[in-house]
């Protein structure tokens, strides 16, 4: 449904990949009319993510809608650390692994938990994601339909008996400095919410949150996960050893992501 006038549309409005731009809106669109509609969204400037309704992510396709936070590439490091540390985790006495997405958004990395675990039997995981946005959790309830949904600030969103429960907590939180949301892509700035970019004046502010309260709510040898940048890992790693976590930062250079991981001691180790 798509032709030469789309791509020379969407090449006018600084789309530099307007060919394959062109061909996603022409297969999401029923009609011409819905074309042109969809064309003159993702031409004043709405991310392309949210003119579809999804955004690709590790094979998938999560769903996303106006005024969520859009999943990106680099995130996919999170998704793939936490699918290797649940994997590795064998808990005492055939209980499931416990698994908290944190500042969860539209759940990419409980999406990717659902059935992805290799030799995992059912019921051997289980996945909570919590977010301070309705809008994201709605995307989230149909991106990880088998997992448990909180809304509410950090850990106040989690139900009292995951306390001292979690295996792994993993956390894309914000890390935009305040003053730097304005040095952002329009389609960032403009479209996403702050809540949901802004980390505060170093942009680790959240990061020093869940590493102060992340003991409490970690099992024994538990770990916690969180995005960082190669700018602010140092200082996200500093808060986890600052809260008695023992750090290691993963990198991927090719999605360009790091994440600070923090183990907590296993009982009987100091801490």
């Not at 032709?3 to 022409?26: D, N, Q, S, T, Y």
């Not at 680790?204 to 700018?231: I, M, Q």
């Not at 993963?250 to 100091?270: K, L, M, T, Y």
């Amino acid at each position: 449904m798509t032709g030469p006038a789309v791509v020379a549309r969407l090449r006018a409005a600084g789309c530099v990949w307007a060919e394959e731009e062109a061909a996603l809106l022409g297969e999401a669109a029923v009609s011409a009319a819905e074309l042109d509609a969809l064309v003159g969204r993702r031409v004043g400037g709405e991310p392309l993510e949210l003119v579809l309704g999804w955004a690709a992510f590790l094979g998938r396709r999560l769903a996303v809608a106006p005024g969520v936070f859009v999943p990106r590439r680099r995130t996919e490091l999170l998704a793939r650390t936490t699918l290797a540390h649940v994997a590795a985790r064998e808990n005492s006495g055939g209980a499931p692994v416990v698994v908290v997405e944190m500042c969860c958004g539209v759940a990419p990395v409980a999406a990717c938990l659902e059935g992805a675990v290799e030799g995992a039997v059912e019921g051997a995981v289980e996945v909570h994601a919590a977010d301070v946005s309705r809008e994201a959790l709605a995307c989230a309830r149909l991106n990880a339909p088998g997992a448990r949904v909180h809304l509410g600030d950090l850990f106040e969103a989690l139900p009292p008996g995951l306390r001292g429960r979690v295996d792994v907590l993993a956390a894309n939180a914000p890390y935009v400095p305040t003053d730097r949301i304005g040095d952002m892509p329009p389609e960032a700035r403009d479209h996403e919410p702050h809540t949901a970019l802004d980390g505060g004046g170093d942009g680790v502010e959240v990061h020093r949150r869940l590493a102060a309260g992340a003991r409490d709510w970690l099992a024994p040898g538990g770990v916690l996960l969180v995005e960082t940048s190669a700018h602010q890992a140092p200082l996200t790693a500093a808060a986890m050893q600052g809260a008695g976590l023992l750090v290691d930062v993963v990198v991927d250079e090719d999605v360009s992501g790091r994440v600070a991981v923090g183990v907590s001691p296993a009982a009987g180790e100091p801490g």
